[in-house]
């Protein structure tokens, strides 16, 4: 079975004014798009592995043939992480309601929620070049981290909880060069209730 683009729960134009419509268009249109086209051009002579989950390939990646184990990696990867970032942004202000057992976990481990964010804010800024920063649970405590290209944590064992793609491409439009900006209006999106159901589920 072919890979397929996720359909995003949320129209192009739903997180304005703090992700763009254009860019959200192009980012999930286009940039998504070609991950999903470039996973199966690379499955597509190892009939064996199309029909395992995205996760399964990545969570396993020395089992791919070593021919084929970067491309996975990239386009499996960027599939993997556009998908989860799509999910764990929100128009709807009741999914943004910070609350729940992540609250006292995020005070515990960083001091404060503003130290979170900073911690958060600096691993997305001081990424160089393109990759992702990441609130991962790591052996059971929540870790701040940021991964190169498309690297995804399900690959290294770790379960993701929040994520922000600092790829150029996820805010050069509206923020030019600005990536600070764009990291400061994500905090203004994000699925906390979504955040929340991971960690608990990822601490059982
Ligand atoms: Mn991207």
Excluded: C
């Excluded at 991950?35 to 051009?41: E, F």
């Excluded at 799509?86 to 006292?104: C, Q, R, S």
């Excluded at 770790?158 to 491409?169: A, G, M, N, P, R």
Aim: charged letters at 25%; zero cysteines; proline letters at 2%.
């Amino acid at each position: 079975m072919k890979h397929e683009l996720i359909k995003l729960k949320y129209a192009y134009n739903a997180l304005e004014p703090f992700m763009d419509a254009k860019t959200l268009e192009i980012h999930h249109g286009k940039h998504h798009q070609t991950y999903v086209d470039k996973l199966n051009a690379a499955l597509a002579n190892s009939p064996e592995l199309q029909d395992k989950k995205l996760d399964e390939l990545l969570m396993n990646l020395n089992n791919i043939p070593e021919n084929i184990r970067n491309a996975v990696k990239n386009h499996g990867g960027g599939v993997f992480n556009h998908n989860f970032f799509w999910e764990i942004m929100t128009p709807n202000l009741e999914e943004k309601e910070f609350k729940g057992n992540i609250v006292k976990a995020i005070e515990k481990n960083f001091g404060s929620f503003d130290k979170f964010k900073e911690e958060f804010s600096n691993a997305a800024l001081n990424r160089f070049g393109s990759g992702w920063a990441w609130l991962v649970l790591n052996k059971g405590k929540l870790e701040i981290y940021s991964t190169a290209n498309q690297d995804s944590p399900i690959s290294e064992g770790k379960i993701h909880l929040l994520t922000i793609d600092v790829w150029e491409h996820s805010y050069y439009l509206k923020f030019m060069n600005r990536r600070a900006d764009y990291i400061k209006n994500f905090f203004n999106l994000i699925n906390w209730k979504k955040v929340n159901e991971l960690y608990e589920k990822g601490i059982k």
